[in-house]
Nanobody, 125 residues
Framework: QVQLVESAGGLVQAGDSLRLSCEAS????????MGWFRQAPGKEREFVAA????????VYAEFVKGRFTISRDNAKKTLYLQMNSLQSEDTAVYHC??????????????????WGQGTQVTVSS
């Protein structure tokens, strides 16, 4: 059974930093593309970042480039999202996700098969 357990998010102020983690079990983590998505109230889920199996390929949404960094530790089966210079627009529930085999489009939610329960990140301005 695949499980994705995300760390607690939190309430931070604009300009602060926060690191999310997602611990995976029940899957061959090192052989899966992993991604982060987010969903703000009243909005559709949107792509944030993705990382290839080896960690060499990193893909980011335009709105987080230079502020967020995705990384992974395959030995620990853990995915990370370091978020710096947080803005109120970053307020959302953040989900980690497991990419399907032979994923084509890292940015498409439909290319991911398993999802974490989500963790709330609230940025106050």
């Amino acid at each position: 059974q695949v499980q994705l357990v995300e760390s607690a998010g939190g309430l931070v102020q604009a300009g602060d930093s926060l690191r999310l983690s997602c611990e995976a079990s029940g899957l061959s983590f090192a052989h899966k593309v992993m991604g982060w998505f987010r969903q703000a109230p009243g909005k559709e889920r949107e792509f944030v970042a993705a990382i290839s199996e080896s960690g060499i390929t990193l893909v980011y949404a335009e709105f987080v480039k230079g502020r967020f960094t995705i990384s992974r530790d395959n030995a620990k089966k853990t995915l990370y999202l370091q978020m710096n210079s947080l803005q109120s627009e970053d307020t959302a529930v953040y989900h980690c996700a497991v990419g399907r085999s032979y994923i084509i489009d890292y940015r498409s939610a439909g290319q991911y098969t398993y999802w974490g329960q989500g963790t709330q990140v609230t940025v106050s301005s």
